[in-house]
């Protein structure tokens, strides 16, 4: 495998999860988060985007790094950091707001809804990131 096919692999390897989250993340806004079973389900939704995009960012870093594009490699770590700080915060928010609208406070559900939003728009400043860098990633001839 070339240095150029790694990268292009690489990148796709990081588009496929964030566009299956860009696509998955609305279908919640459908439903309640009053509903238990749903708030788990989008948390683990959550907790699978986060993982994936943190091994997809490690391959994608280690891809551009072998391809002696070190600027690039540090902007997809920059994804993959961010991937683990977000993930351990927003499911301890998450969490936090679950307990807190079980334990009866009406306000929880709109604030699970509001980390739902902040989620999605980050994801979607990610993947415009992410695709409007394509080309600078691409081999100059």
Not at 4 to 21: C, E, H, K, N, R
Not at 54 to 64: M, P, Y
Not at 86 to 114: I, M, S
Request: charged residues 15%; aromatic residues 10%.
């Amino acid at each position: 495998m070339t240095p150029d096919q790694a990268v292009l692999f690489s990148t796709i390897i990081l588009l496929v999860p964030m566009g299956y989250f860009l696509l998955a993340a609305p279908a919640f806004l459908l439903v309640k988060l009053d509903v238990p079973p749903v708030t788990r389900l989008l948390r683990g939704m959550f907790n699978a985007y986060f993982l994936v995009l943190t091994v997809s960012g490690v391959i994608g870093t280690l891809a551009f790094a072998a391809a002696g594009r070190p600027a690039v490699a540090l902007g997809i770590a920059l994804i993959a950091a961010f991937a683990v700080l977000a993930r351990r915060w927003f499911l301890r928010r998450l969490d936090a707001e679950a307990n807190a609208r079980d334990l009866g406070d009406p306000t929880a559900v709109r604030r699970l809804r509001r980390l739902h939003w902040g989620g999605m728009l980050c994801n979607a400043v990610q993947v415009f990131v992410l695709v409007g860098g394509i080309p600078y990633m691409a081999p100059l001839p």
